[in-house]
């Protein structure tokens, strides 16, 4: 099990902040793994640190200035056992990994990242140039590293009206959803409390639609090296 504290944007324009203890399996984990502490986020009034964006905040996505209405976070602790959680490492893009300022600063991105690849050969396989990829997927030891902190590192995720990106150091980074598929293997105990994370909402159904194709690297590199 794990501690998860979720700040929620509720429908009469209150924030609610609450504590839960939940599952450490991926569906849970997914929710809070993306950002560590000290990401810089794109607002309307300049870029702020993840931990103190607070829901109500306009951050800036590929949808325009819009209200982040959920953030969950948790804490990476170190010597965990790799069967039992899906935070057992993290991955840093290093500074000017993809040129000159780009990104301006090393980021260390937890394994619920999933990054914008784009490639002219998807529009004709999947009508859109470009999917959604674990940042993992592309660790090589250079531009991305696979780092074990030595000691705990608090991980955040948010989430917006509708599934969209954000850009952090020039990186395009999604926005979290549990999956157009998420409540399919889930017991009725099991849709409760993962729902009981999300006081916006009420259903599954009130996430809306993952707006691109979410698929591994080894998918990609097939479909584009064909």
């Not at 290093?94 to 490639?119: E, I, Y």
């Not at 917006?160 to 999956?179: A, D, F, S």
Request: net charge negative; proline share 6%; glycine share 8%.
């Amino acid at each position: 099990m794990r501690k998860y504290e979720v700040a929620a944007l509720l429908p009469d324009l209150t924030v609610s902040f609450t504590q839960h203890v939940a599952p450490a399996s991926p569906l849970f984990e997914e929710c809070a793994t993306a950002l560590a502490r000290g990401t810089l986020i794109e607002t309307v009034r300049g870029a702020v640190a993840i931990e103190d964006v607070v829901p109500g905040d306009y951050i800036e996505t590929a949808r325009g200035a819009v209200p982040v209405t959920w953030i969950g976070s948790t804490t990476y602790v170190p010597g965990h056992d790799q069967s039992a959680t899906t935070l057992t490492h993290m991955t840093r893009i290093t500074s000017d990994a993809f040129g000159m300022g780009h990104p301006p600063m090393d980021l260390l991105l937890g394994p619920a990242a999933r990054m914008v690849v784009r490639h002219p050969r998807l529009e004709d396989l999947l009508g859109k140039d470009c999917v959604l990829a674990p940042v993992r997927d592309y660790v090589d030891g250079d531009r991305y590293l696979q780092v074990t902190p030595m000691g705990t590192v608090q991980l955040f995720h948010l989430m917006v009206q509708r599934h969209t990106t954000i850009r952090i150091g020039g990186v395009e980074l999604e926005t979290y959803h549990p999956g157009n598929t998420a409540g399919q293997a889930l017991g009725q105990n099991m849709r409760a409390l993962f729902l009981s994370m999300f006081p916006n909402i009420t259903d599954l159904d009130d996430f809306g639609q993952v707006d691109m194709t979410r698929t591994a690297r080894e998918v990609v590199d097939r479909l584009v090296n064909v």
